[in-house]
């Protein structure tokens, strides 16, 4: 993907998309159209993260959302039935404008840790949202986390709107 920055400044949704500096970290910007309080009670809670995180090709891949703790969920990833890929989350809230999640990837690959950090800030149309995953050893991997932050985040931001 290299550098690619978009701006879509003036409508909900997707601020920016880079690739960032350090190879294959994701760092996305999204407009929501909610107070920031709101958003991060959606993000913060586990049976709330599971109304809005999906898998980004959902024919090939299902997603199966497990609580395990407080602070903590697990989702499964199966591919005609068959487990794929573990992926073991805790949430940390960090202060009223960030969280972090602690992203352990088991697959055939290996196991593997990414930190995910999420930060808000206030805008007078609601908030603004400010994503960065770090940690990728594999491009594809980031690739994919791109893409599910990608369709995740645009899902939240049309329930934050309806709500």
């Known amino acids: 993907m290299g550098n690619v920055e978009q701006n879509i400044l003036n409508s909900p949704g997707m601020m920016g998309l880079v690739e960032n500096q350090r190879t294959n970290d994701v760092v996305l910007s999204y407009r929501i159209m909610a107070a920031s309080s709101r958003v991060m009670y959606a993000l913060s809670i586990p049976e709330y993260i599971e109304a809005w995180l999906q898998a980004p090709n959902p024919d090939p891949l299902q997603l199966v959302f ?89 899902r939240l931001c049309r329930i934050m709107a309806r709500n």
């Open 66 to 154: 497990n609580l395990e703790a407080e602070q903590a969920f697990r989702i499964d990833l199966y591919r005609a039935e068959e487990l794929q890929t573990i992926i073991h989350s805790t949430c940390r809230v960090v202060s009223s404008k960030q969280i972090s999640y602690v992203w352990k990837t088991t697959s055939f690959l290996g196991t593997h840790e990414t930190l995910v950090d999420i930060q808000l800030r206030y805008s007078s149309s609601g908030c603004i949202l400010a994503l960065k995953h770090t940690g990728f050893k594999d491009p594809r991997e980031s690739a994919w986390c791109c893409k599910m932050w990608q369709q995740s985040l645009e």
